[in-house]
């Protein structure tokens, strides 16, 4: 009887294929959501839009702030891009 229920385990759980978008490794945090402006811990829904100033959140670092949340750390770099957005006539980055 364990052998059947052995094979019957391992005929339905081997050949499962891997999610297309592996969860972040837990406890890091990562760029998520549609355009990528937020960051979190885990995988995020946003709607689809772009704004200017979401193109200062390409090159922003996504991690760990001091009060344990993970969010981008407001470098001067950061802070001055989204004080004065590159112009972008409106379109979303490929």
Known sequence: MRSLLFLVLVACGGNK???A?????????????CSGTLCSDKDMVSTCEWKPEYACYKDAKCERQGGGACGFTP????????AHPP???????Q
């Open 21 to 33: 978008n592996p969860p972040p490794a837990e406890g890091a945090c990562v760029k998520t959501g």
């Open 17 to 19: 294929t891997p999610p």
């Open 75 to 82: 470098t001067p770099e950061l802070t001055a891009c989204l």
């Open 87 to 93: 112009p972008s006539g409106g379109a979303m980055p």
